[in-house]
T-cell receptor, first 115, second 115 residues
Framework: DGGITQSPKYLFRKEGQNVTLSCEQNLNHDAMYWYRQDPGQGLRLIYYSQIVNDFQKGDIAEGYSVSREKKESFPLTVTSAQKNPTAFYLC??????????????FGPGTRLTVL | AQSVAQPEDQVNVAEGNPLTVKCTYS??????LFWYVQYPNRGLQFLLKYITGDNLVKGSYGFEAEFNKSQTSFHLKKPSALVSDSALYFCAVRDERGGSYIPTFGRGTSLIVHP
């Protein structure tokens, strides 16, 4: 998990509220990613960003938004439009400009529970 | 799109016995394959990857994986399992989306090593 921090580790919100999950990395990586993990479904890609001020939708972007104003930060907002937001959220980063086969580095995750 | 499949939701093995966690892939072109491990409530950690070369890839914590082109498989193996190996294991393949390389993950296999 080294080099990527996610906060908080556990987050509780009431239904209908927007919530922002933090992801910060000090690895000087260009690319950053957000995944959602549900039991038995593996990791599903929400958004990714290859460079600052640019990001693309992943497979399940509906109900989520992101920003990439700084290289080291890639916050994820879970909006009230997300139908089933309770899940474990993982942030990852990868160096760009090296081999595209380079591996991803993951943060420790945030478990979001919507009551 | 590239994809991987992990046919087993759970694998049980006794400590000291060899273990195998299965992964098959479907790609166009040369596959770039990865294995990651996730301990409870943690992010994913990289174990090993196959890009090209030897079909037997050695990785962290004594794990290795065998690439088999004819069977389109990339099974994870370890000669002697430890209780501490109990975790969730993910196979992944490099996929391309709009000029960016994004890993696509399998659904994960829970490995349980019994004392």
């Amino acid at each position: 998990d080294g080099g990527i921090t996610q906060s908080p580790k556990y987050l509780f919100r009431k239904e209908g509220q927007n919530v922002t999950l933090s992801c910060e990395q000090n690895l000087n990586h260009d690319a950053m990613y957000w995944y959602r993990q549900d039991p038995g479904q593996g990791l599903r890609l929400i958004y990714y960003s290859q460079i600052v001020n640019d990001f693309q939708k992943g497979d399940i972007a509906e109900g989520y938004s992101v920003s990439r104003e700084k290289k080291e930060s890639f916050p994820l907002t879970v909006t009230s439009a997300q139908k089933n937001p309770t899940a474990f959220y993982l942030c990852a980063s990868r160096p760009r400009g090296q081999s595209s086969t380079d591996t991803q580095y993951f943060g420790p995750g945030t478990r979001l529970t919507v009551l | 799109a590239q994809s991987v499949a992990q046919p087993e939701d759970q694998v049980n093995v006794a400590e000291g016995n060899p273990l195998t966690v299965k992964c098959t892939y479907s790609v166009s072109g040369n596959p770039y394959l990865f294995w990651y491990v996730q301990y409870p409530n943690r992010g994913l950690q990289f174990l090993l990857k196959y890009i090209t070369g030897d079909n037997l890839v050695k990785g962290s914590y004594g794990f290795e994986a065998e690439f088999n082109k004819s069977q389109t498989s990339f099974h994870l193996k370890k000669p002697s399992a430890l209780v501490s190996d109990s975790a969730l294991y993910f196979c992944a393949v490099r996929d391309e989306r709009g000029g960016s390389y994004i890993p696509t993950f399998g659904r994960g296999t829970s490995l349980i090593v019994h004392p």
